[in-house]
């Protein structure tokens, strides 16, 4: 009888949520993976024809007639994925000491941090690039700034170069590495932190033999929340790369409008979520093994 | 009773949104005097809500989705024959009004619909290049722009658009801009591509760029003459190899829940001092002959915003290029591949 309430129950929490999760995330992701085997239409749209080529195209076996196969989408893909890598790496090595000092802080001062790493969400992302590009341009602000205390006599080339790009990526991201980090980070338990020092660990094996693996999660987190955003990121190379350098994102963005091949767009699509879902797989297995380890 | 005087309010309410007439268009950012918008408001009485969109495959995407509400659209005229033929558009007999007697018949450049009985002329201009002059000296050519960054050490962009882009390649080997043939298309990358090097940017956000002097010269359309209008140094000019020229048409959607009204919009755009109203704030061409006549001086004496018939045999138009899109599709993402 308790049973079978309690499965009322957990059926009557868990059903909205189900089919939320079913019309707003699987049946979209359904129809991108239909759309990728299917015809493009001559002025978008599908036609509901078996098409092998959309994938055939990107891994090589194209008939060379109706599509011919170009070794650059995965280029492309590749280009995605290092600067994605990279965002991921600086976002890192700039959140982990400022977590760590964060943590220390009284906590008002903690509260008032969180609060501030936050506040651009309060502001469109499209407002704020522009806000960067003001900032880069050769007579923006840096450049103002740094030749009028003389640091540099001429301005700097950021504004429209792969820099710009990563710094932008950066910026954007940071937030989504610090929470996680901060959060295993005030987690972290001190006492084993003393304990490793007291019985004679260097500072250096302390980091890596205590701290690194208690926090392990939270940078495990914080990489994938960094690194799935960063892989379809098209605005801002658009905005602060000047459109020079294609990236997957901007690719997917323009076989849906400019190019007019829905299908195409569909199958770089499921190519990225392919890759993303190998990536997030890859880490939980990770995460797992260490999380064994220690345990 | 308290009830009943309730429901009886909900009703007045009801009967009074009714009686609110509406209008909704779906334009191009920027693309219309706001000043027309209240004037027709004023005049008629139809509120007027006003959705953007920037680029005509982002509408016919939208529209093509699903998207519903919208009564006029401003497609540029290839994308009015795309959807002609994908019947998304209404028949509104608009070449019957009376008024239609102003428009030229030059700007009836639709394929599907050459008399006009489905959409209305409304504005064109030209696709040249802006360049500060003190920075580059007179250029006229696409060769001298080009030769910008390399001269000067001025910088250039050029719009980041597929087609346009890649007619600048076109035009410079004296190919058509609609060429379906893919040894053009080879021709017009490796133009593009032989200049890459010298571009800094594929932007639409290149006009404060030029007045902060960021850069020196910029491919982009001529109505940004209307962020220069106190900066003499910077100047527009049509490339003597040739430009592109656009115009977009005001046509009725086959959803629109309007359509009255959206006739009525268009009736009110022939009239010669409405379409003068948005040259004077758009800085482009008109299709309404009288209007010509009432435009402000400064615009009607430029000769680069209302051009010479020797320029105009300059310029070229896109058309619907159909499956073709697929070559020049792939030369886009070669040009902004390559290193």
Redesign the interface.
């Known amino acids: 009888m308790a049973m079978r309430r309690q499965t009322a129950v957990l059926t009557a929490l868990l059903s909205p949520v189900t089919l939320f999760l079913g019309v707003f995330f699987l049946l979209p992701l359904l129809i991108i993976a239909v759309f990728s085997f299917l015809t493009p239409g001559?002025?978008?749209?599908v036609e509901w024809a078996f098409y092998p080529w959309n994938y055939g195209r990107i891994f090589g076996w194209a008939d060379g007639i109706m599509e011919?196969y170009?070794p650059?989408?995965l280029?492309?893909m590749a280009r995605s994925l290092g600067f994605a890598a990279m965002t991921v790496v600086l976002c890192l090595l700039l959140c982990y000491p400022v977590a760590f000092w964060v943590s220390r802080l009284p906590a008002r001062w903690r509260l008032l941090f969180l609060f501030l790493i936050t506040l651009p969400f309060f502001s469109s992302l499209i407002v704020r690039l522009?806000a960067w590009?003001l900032i880069l341009?050769?007579?923006?602000l840096l450049n103002t700034v740094l030749l009028g205390i003389g640091v540099i006599s001429e301005p700097l080339e950021i504004?429209?170069t792969p820099a710009a790009v990563v710094l932008g990526m950066v910026y954007v991201m940071v937030p989504f590495m610090f929470l996680p980090l901060f959060s295993s980070i005030d987690n972290l338990d001190r006492a084993l932190v003393e304990a490793s020092m007291d019985l004679g660990a260097t500072r250096f094996q302390t980091f890596i033999k205590v701290i690194l693996p208690q926090t392990l999660p939270g940078i495990l987190g914080g990489a994938v929340i960094v690194f799935i955003p960063s892989v379809g990121n098209f605005i801002v190379p658009?905005?602060l790369?000047?459109?020079?350098?294609?990236m997957i994102g901007?690719?997917v963005e323009?076989?849906?409008?400019?190019?007019?091949?829905w299908p195409f767009g569909s199958a770089l699509s499921m190519i990225v979520m392919a890759v993303v879902l190998t990536v997030l797989l890859t880490s939980i297995t990770f995460a797992k093994r260490k999380g064994g380890q220690n345990a | 009773m308290k009830l009943f005087g309730l429901a009886a309010s909900l009703a007045v309410m009801a009967s009074m949104a009714q009686a609110e007439e509406t209008l909704a268009l779906y334009n191009w950012g920027d693309y219309i005097n706001p000043d027309i918008l209240t004037k027709f408001t004023e005049e008629t009485g139809i509120k007027v809500t006003l959705d953007t969109y920037s680029s005509n495959e982002e509408m016919l995407a939208k529209i093509q989705a699903g998207a519903t509400g919208y009564d006029i659209v401003f497609p540029s005229v290839h994308m009015n024959d795309i959807m002609l033929k994908l019947g998304l558009l209404e028949k509104t007999d608009i070449n019957l009004s009376p008024d239609f007697k102003n428009i030229d018949p030059a700007n009836l450049r639709s394929k599907e619909d050459p008399t006009s009985s489905y959409c209305l002329p409304y504005a064109w201009g030209t696709v040249g290049v802006f360049y500060n002059e003190k920075v580059t000296g007179p250029i006229s050519s696409w060769a001298d722009f080009f030769a910008v960054p390399e001269k000067t050490g001025g910088k250039i962009t050029l719009l980041d658009d597929m087609r346009e882009v890649l007619a600048i390649g076109l035009m410079t080997n004296g190919k058509s801009v609609n060429s379906t043939d893919p040894a053009d298309v080879q021709l017009a990358t490796d133009y593009i591509l032989a200049h890459k090097a010298s571009v800094s940017a594929f932007t639409y956000d290149s006009m404060a760029m030029l007045a902060s002097g960021d850069i020196a010269a910029a491919h982009f359309f001529v109505g940004g003459n209307v962020f220069f209008v106190d900066m003499p140094d910077i100047k527009y000019m049509i490339p003597s190899e040739g430009a592109t020229m656009y115009q977009e048409n005001i046509c009725v959607l086959a959803s629109a829940p309007d359509k009255e009204n959206a006739k009525k919009f268009m009736e009110f755009y022939l009239r010669p001092e409405i379409a003068a109203m948005n040259v004077a704030q758009q800085y482009n061409g008109t299709a309404n002959v009288p209007a010509r006549d009432l435009i402000p001086e400064a615009i009607k004496n430029n000769p680069n915003i209302t051009v010479s018939a020797d320029t105009i045999a300059r310029l070229h138009i896109f058309e619907d290029i159909g499956a073709a899109l697929k070559l020049y599709d792939r030369a886009w993402n070669t040009i902004r591949t390559a290193q």
């Not at chain 1, 001559?42 to 749209?45: A, E, F, K, M, S």
């Not at chain 1, 790369?241 to 294609?246: D, I, N, V, Y």
């Not at chain 1, 323009?254 to 091949?261: D, G, P």
């Open positions: 001559l002025y978008g749209g011919i170009e650059i989408y280029q492309i522009y590009l341009k050769p007579s923006g504004l429209y658009d905005v790369g000047g459109a020079k350098g294609l901007n690719l323009q076989q849906f409008l400019s190019a007019r091949n």
